[in-house]
């Protein structure tokens, strides 16, 4: 399994094409929550994740949304530079990917935010490590040759 996560050849994807082009959407999904944490005015902090910014320091909370949205931002294009110069890297792009959502979990188990409803991020994080899961796996199997 490690010559797949890392291949000899990274250049080279042997696995299935619908592997990328479902890797490729959750990538584009990372950016454009990135974009909207870095450039949206409350950085999605009460917007999206429901958070009273209204509150002493609320300005704090949108600073700290705006430097996650780059921090963000950073990583999935760097992520974007291996999945298009590297294609054999694909599954330790997805790996990686599958990985934010026991972050998160633990991160929220370090500190519980108070917000008005369950944000997308929280929502969406275990649906979204299952199918990341299932697209590793899927990820280190080889495609049928054509010729």
């Not at 929550?33 to 009460?46: K, M, N, Q």
Request: overall charge positive; aromatic content about 10%; hydrophobic content about 55%.
């Amino acid at each position: 399994m490690r010559n797949q996560i890392l291949p000899e050849n990274p250049r080279e994807y042997r696995g299935f094409g619908v592997v990328r082009l479902i890797t490729l959407a959750f990538l584009l999904i990372v950016v454009a929550r990135s974009v909207i944490h870095l450039f949206t005015p409350d950085g999605g902090a009460e917007s999206i994740a429901g958070i009273d910014t209204s509150v002493s320091g609320g300005n704090n909370i949108i600073a700290l949304f705006h430097q996650w949205g780059a921090i963000q931002l950073l990583l999935v294009g760097l992520m974007l530079v291996l999945f298009f110069a590297y294609k054999g890297f694909t599954p330790l792009v997805i790996f990686f990917l599958a990985l934010d959502a026991p972050m998160r979990a633990l991160a929220g188990m370090m500190g519980k935010i108070e917000s008005s409803h369950t944000p997308p991020g929280e929502a969406l994080n275990w649906p979204a490590f299952f199918l990341l899961l299932i697209l590793f796996i899927v990820s280190l199997l080889k495609a049928k040759s054509k010729k």
